[in-house]
Nanobody
Framework: EVQLVESGGGLVQAGGSLRLSCAASGLSLDDYVIGWFRQAPGKEREGVSWISRTGGFTDYADFVKGRFTISSDNAKNTVYLQMNNLKPDDTALYYC??????????????????WGQGTQVTVSS
């Protein structure tokens, strides 16, 4: 059974940092692209970042470039999202997801087959 489990969310003041983790089981990061997505109340789900199977390629939404960093530890089957200089607009439920191509879908949620339950990030002003 495939499981993606996010952790690391919480309440932080604007300007602060959090590191999210996405622990995968039932699949290997050698075979899947991992993406991070978020959804705020009343808003559409949006892609935040994704990382290639080998970890050699990463991409970010414009609204997080320069502030967030995605990384992977394939030996631990875990992907991380380091979030710095957080803003109140970053408040959302953050999900990780896995898709089996070579990154064809990128920040588009449509191609992602497996999803975690999400971890809440709340940034106070």
């Amino acid at each position: 059974e495939v499981q993606l489990v996010e952790s690391g969310g919480g309440l932080v003041q604007a300007g602060g940092s959090l590191r999210l983790s996405c622990a995968a089981s039932g699949l290997s990061l050698d075979d899947y692209v991992i993406g991070w997505f978020r959804q705020a109340p009343g808003k559409e789900r949006e892609g935040v970042s994704w990382i290639s199977r080998t970890g050699g390629f990463t991409d970010y939404a414009d609204f997080v470039k320069g502030r967030f960093t995605i990384s992977s530890d394939n030996a631990k089957n875990t992907v991380y999202l380091q979030m710095n200089n957080l803003k109140p607009d970053d408040t959302a439920l953050y999900y990780c997801a896995a898709e089996p191509t070579w990154g064809h879908y990128g920040l588009r949620a449509a191609g992602y087959d497996y999803w975690g339950q999400g971890t809440q990030v709340t940034v106070s002003s």
